[in-house]
């Protein structure tokens, strides 16, 4: 499967953001999908991931509450609804993907065999 994620740019701090991860070549649909972030200097670190196991959605403690993953298996796509943005949201976002991914370490970036590109995004007034 290939991730094409898209959305990103400039916000200012306490605005809104909508991220799209549009899956192609497999259906979207027997995939777990999540989001990670990397910024500057740091380690890639888990944001939000839906399972395609039981239809839950997870959350970082940092983000719980601000943002909103969901999906659309129509358009084989997966959303980030980021809300309520801090500057410390700057990051590059990316999607990722997995058909094997059980509940205990779908927060593991390391259980996803699929990635997309990152997306930019920076909040900053």
């Known amino acids: 499967v290939q991730l094409q994620a898209s959305g990103g740019g400039l916000v200012q701090p306490g605005g809104s953001l909508r991220l799209s991860c549009a899956a192609s070549?497999?259906?979207?649909?027997?995939?777990?999908m999540a989001w990670f972030r990397q910024a500057p200097g740091k380690e890639r670190v888990f944001v939000a991931a839906?399972?395609?196991?039981?239809?839950?959605?997870y959350y970082a403690d940092s983000v719980t509450g601000r943002f909103t993953i969901f999906r659309d298996n129509a358009k084989n796509t997966v959303y980030l609804q980021m809300s309520s943005l801090e500057p410390e949201d700057t990051a590059v976002y990316y999607c990722?993907?997995?058909?094997?991914?059980?509940?205990?370490?779908?927060?593991?970036?390391?259980?996803?065999?699929?990635w997309g590109r990152g997306t930019q995004v920076t909040v900053s007034s």
């Open positions: 070549g497999r259906t979207s649909s027997r995939y777990s």
């Open positions: 990722a993907a997995d058909g094997g991914v059980i509940v205990g370490r779908i927060r593991s970036a390391s259980a996803y065999a699929y």
């Open positions: 839906h399972s395609r196991n039981n239809n839950h959605a």
